[in-house]
C-alpha cells in the first residue's frame, strides 16, 4: 500500500463518517445520530492538492470500557493507528474539552504518530472562538470545520496533507477491486481478517456485525487489491431495520465499484436460495466472479467430494457455469493462494479483447453448426464487434435481431467462451440490425443460404 494513510479517531457521535464522506465524496460511510454505527474502520480514497491517500473512518473510541463492543472498536482503532501516517483527531466544538477527549489523547501520544487536532461542528466557523479550547490537548493549532456544511474543510485538507510523508515512487498504481459478498454469517469478515493475517474487520458470532461495506487495502504476493467486506445480503422480507436497510444498500452498491466478485457460502449449509439472489446481483452488475466455499474444514473428510460440491453450484446456479470454484477456509488459511490465483484470472479475463475479424469468424462457425431461421428465413451474420470491456460485451448485426431466443444466445454466449474462455466474467450480446447488402430481403437470404 504505497500511498499515505490518515485515521480519523475520536470518541462516538463527533461526526468522524460526516468529515470521512465530506473528504472522500457521496457517502461511502452510513451516517446516524445513534452512537456507534461505524463499527470497523472504513477505507476511502481521497485527493486534494494533486496528493492521493487513503482515508479511515474508525468507530467511536471509548478507553477502558468494559463493554464488548467497546473493547473490540478499540482493538480495530489501534490497528488503525499502527497502519496510518498520520491522525486526524476530531472532537466536538459544541460540547467542548471532555474526560474522554483527555484519555483519547493520551493514547496517541503513546502511540507516537503524528497528530492534526479539527474541531468539528462549528457552523459558525467565521465568529467562533471555541476551538481554542482545544489548545490544552497539546497537538498544536486546533483546525476548526464543519463537516455538515463543509466549512473549513479546505483548510483542514491544506494542513492534512502538509503533514503527509513525502511521496513515494509507485503510489497509485493499478490494483483490483474485490467485493466479498453473500449471507449474513458465512465467514465474509474471517476471510478477509485471514488475507491479512490480522483482525481487519469486527467478527461476531451474531449475524449484521458488519454494517458498512469495509474497503481494506492490501498487497499480496506483490500485487495491489481493495478488498471490500459488505454486509450479509437477506432477503428483503428480513431486512426490517433502518440501518440494516441502508448496509444492504451499500453492499449492492459495492458491486458498482468492483472489478471482481467472491461470493462467499457456506460449506456446511450448501447454495441456498439466497445464495442464487445474491449470485444474480452479480451477475447483473456484469461482474466477473469466484465462488468461494468457506469453512471447508468443518465438513467431515469422505463425506462428499469438492467435484460433488461444485456440480451442486453449477446446477442450482447456472448463470454462473462460467465462475470458477474455491475451497477455503478462514481459520486454516486453507485455499487463500487458490483464491487470489482465480481473483488474478477472471480480472484478466474480463479485460480480454477479441478482434472483429476473428469474433465474426467465430460466430459465423456457430451458426453454420447449429442453423437458426425465422419463416424460413436463415439467420446472417453480417459484422461483430467487441464494444466494452469488464464485461465484454459484443455488438452483433444480423439479419434477424429481434427473432433470437434467449436459448439460442446462449449457445452463441458458450460458443465464445468455447473458443475464447473469458472465465469468470458474464458476457453481453446486442443484436442489432443488419444494414446494406448484409440485411438482405427474406428471398435473397433463402436463395444464399
Not at 459544541?94 to 489523547?105: F, K, M, N
Not at 454469517?185 to 461476531?204: I, M, P, Q, Y
Not at 446486442?430 to 428471398?443: C, E, Q, T
Request: hydrophobic share 40%; glycine share 10%; net charge neutral.
Amino acid at each position: 500500500m504505497s500511498r499515505p494513510t490518515v485515521a480519523i479517531v475520536g470518541r462516538p457521535n463527533v461526526g468522524k463518517s460526516t468529515l470521512f464522506n465530506r473528504i472522500v465524496g457521496g457517502r461511502p460511510a452510513i451516517v446516524s445520530e445513534r452512537p456507534g454505527t461505524t463499527r470497523d474502520r472504513h477505507f476511502g480514497e481521497a485527493e486534494w492538492g494533486g496528493r492521493a491517500f487513503w482515508l479511515v473512518d474508525t468507530g467511536g473510541l471509548v478507553p477502558d470500557s468494559s463493554d464488548a463492543m467497546d473493547r473490540a472498536i478499540g482493538r480495530q482503532v489501534d490497528f488503525a493507528l499502527a497502519e496510518s501516517d498520520l491522525i486526524l483527531f476530531l472532537v466536538d466544538g459544541q460540547e467542548g474539552v471532555t474526560p474522554l477527549d483527555r484519555a483519547i489523547a493520551e493514547r496517541l501520544r503513546a502511540a507516537g504518530r503524528p497528530v492534526l487536532l479539527a474541531v468539528n461542528k462549528l457552523d459558525d466557523l467565521e465568529r467562533t472562538t471555541a476551538q481554542y479550547e482545544f489548545y490544552e490537548l497539546g497537538f498544536g493549532d486546533p483546525q476548526g470545520v464543519s463537516a455538515a456544511v463543509g466549512k473549513g474543510s479546505g483548510d483542514l485538507l491544506d494542513a492534512l496533507v502538509e503533514r503527509l510523508p513525502p511521496r513515494e515512487a509507485g503510489e497509485g498504481e493499478e490494483r483490483i477491486n474485490v467485493a466479498v459478498v453473500g449471507r449474513p454469517n458465512v465467514g465474509k469478515s474471517s476471510l478477509v481478517n485471514a488475507v491479512l493475517g490480522h483482525e481487519r474487520v469486527l467478527v461476531h458470532e451474531l449475524p449484521g456485525t458488519t454494517r458498512d461495506a469495509v474497503d481494506t487495502p492490501v498487497s499480496f504476493r506483490d500485487r495491489d487489491y481493495l478488498l471490500i467486506d459488505t454486509a450479509g445480503i437477506r432477503r428483503k422480507g428480513k431486512v426490517t431495520e433502518p440501518l440494516e436497510k441502508l448496509a444492504v444498500v451499500m453492499a449492492l452498491k459495492s458491486l458498482e465499484r468492483c472489478q471482481v466478485a467472491v461470493l462467499v457460502l457456506d460449506a456446511a449449509e450448501g447454495v441456498a436460495a439466497q445464495d442464487a439472489h445474491i449470485a444474480g446481483y452479480a451477475n447483473d452488475a456484469g461482474r466477473a466472479t469466484v465462488v468461494a466455499v468457506n469453512k471447508w474444514d468443518l465438513v467431515p473428510p469422505g463425506l462428499v467430494t469438492k467435484g460433488d460440491v461444485t456440480t451442486q453450484i453449477y446446477e442450482r446456479l447456472p448463470f454462473l457455469e462460467h465462475a470458477p470454484v474455491c475451497f477455503t477456509s478462514a481459520v486454516t488459511g486453507l485455499g487463500l493462494r487458490d483464491l487470489f490465483d482465480q481473483v488474478d484470472l477472471v480480472a484478466a479475463e474480463a479485460q480480454k479483447r477479441v478482434q472483429p475479424g476473428e469474433l465474426l469468424s467465430t460466430l459465423r462457425q456457430a451458426v453454420e453448426r447449429r442453423p437458426m431461421s425465422s419463416r424460413g428465413v436463415a439467420l446472417r451474420v453480417q459484422s461483430a464487434q467487441q464494444v466494452a470491456i469488464g464485461p465484454p460485451t459484443f455488438a452483433i448485426r444480423v439479419n434477424l435481431p429481434d427473432q433470437i431466443h434467449f436459448s439460442y444466445e446462449r449457445y452463441l454466449i458458450n460458443s465464445l467462451r468455447h473458443a475464447y474462455s473469458f472465465a469468470g466474467s458474464p458476457l453481453r450480446l446486442l443484436f442489432r440490425k443488419a444494414v446494406g447488402r448484409g440485411a438482405g430481403r427474406p428471398g435473397r437470404a433463402r436463395r444464399r443460404a
